[in-house]
């Protein structure tokens, strides 16, 4: 199927660890994105990725770090865990930057 | 006041009615946005518009720059149309700007 597919679904993990949610899509996209859903519900942009190059980085903590092995792939890597970071996770996909958006299931980070 | 707001934040409606989901938004913007979200976390793109109208299936988006509103239609609503439904806008900055999100539900 084509999708944009992220794993894990859920991610429970304790306070100081290092941890990846992977993200892939099969859709031709040029431009992934990572999104933190607030406790709002509210979906915040953290990266996205453009034919391998950073175009938007928020004011996010450097312990969040993306990492894309091609253009496929965007993973978000984040190290030292915080309780703060508990939050779902969006990875999406687009075709470019104003067309054709599709989001993966989210990720349920649970950090204790 | 947010950028984007979305009435109603909840509706309930019998299977058969005719929905609408309204959207308004404060920023300029160059595209607006709907997705749906299902109760598993999943978000599916549903139009992306900057002008006119847009219809797939049930579904029709229709857009008023001038008046900076939007609207989500679902003509004869059924059951598994229920879930949250995202007006989102996208800034001059490229920055996609979310509401709150409308909860939809359809009985039978």
């Known amino acids: 199927d084509t999708a944009v597919s992220q794993t894990p679904k859920y991610l429970v993990t304790q306070m100081g660890n290092d941890k990846s949610i992977k993200c892939e899509q099969n859709?031709?996209?040029?431009?992934m994105y990572w999104y933190k859903q607030d406790s709002k519900k509210f979906l915040k942009i953290m990266f996205s990725y453009n034919n391998k190059e950073l175009i938007i980085n928020e004011t996010v903590p450097n312990r969040f770090s993306p990492k894309s092995p091609d253009k496929a792939h965007l993973n978000l890597h984040i190290n030292s865990l915080e309780l703060g970071d508990s939050a779902v996770y969006f990875c999406a996909s687009s075709h470019d930057s104003l067309y054709g958006y599709t989001f993966g299931s989210g990720t349920r980070l649970t950090v204790v | 006041k947010n950028e984007v707001e979305q009435s109603p934040q909840n509706l309930t409606a019998q299977e058969g009615e005719f929905i609408t989901i309204n959207c308004s938004y404060s920023v300029g913007i160059s595209a607006l946005h709907w997705l749906q979200q299902h109760p598993g976390g999943g978000i599916v793109s549903l139009f992306m518009?900057?002008?006119?109208?847009k219809k797939h299936g049930r579904l029709i988006a229709t857009i008023n720059i001038q008046e900076k509103h939007s609207s989500l239609h679902i003509t004869a609503s059924h059951p598994r149309d229920s879930a949250v439904y995202i007006c989102?806008?996208?800034?001059?900055?490229?920055?996609?700007?979310w509401g709150a999100g409308t909860k939809l539900i359809i009985k039978p």
């Open positions: 518009l900057s002008s006119g109208k």
């Open positions: 989102a806008a996208w800034d001059s900055n490229y920055q996609l700007i």
């Open positions: 859709l031709g996209h040029d431009t």
